[in-house]
């Protein structure tokens, strides 16, 4: 399994999106500063993630939730967790 997450980052309101084969690993790395893209942007949360078979179905799914269209697709998933 392959493991395509995003995460919050509650200082500058702004996701970020990555995957990984070990998603609990990874998101401990991300909060205990290990990972520079986010180090500064602590804290963060785990708001979704998706698990894909094939690392390619992930690397590309990953691509896809960066472009606007997948912000945007975050944001209608999550509605409810961003407007309360």
Known sequence: MVY???LY???DK???IGMTKDLRLRFEQHNDGYVIS???RRPIVLVYYEACLDKRDA???EKYLKTSYGKRFI???LKSYFMG
Do not use: D
């Open 59 to 61: 690397a590309h799914r």
């Open 4 to 6: 395509v997450y995003v």
């Open 75 to 77: 944001i209608s998933r």
């Open 14 to 16: 702004n996701f970020y």
């Open 9 to 11: 980052s509650r200082k």
């Open 38 to 40: 986010t180090k500064n």
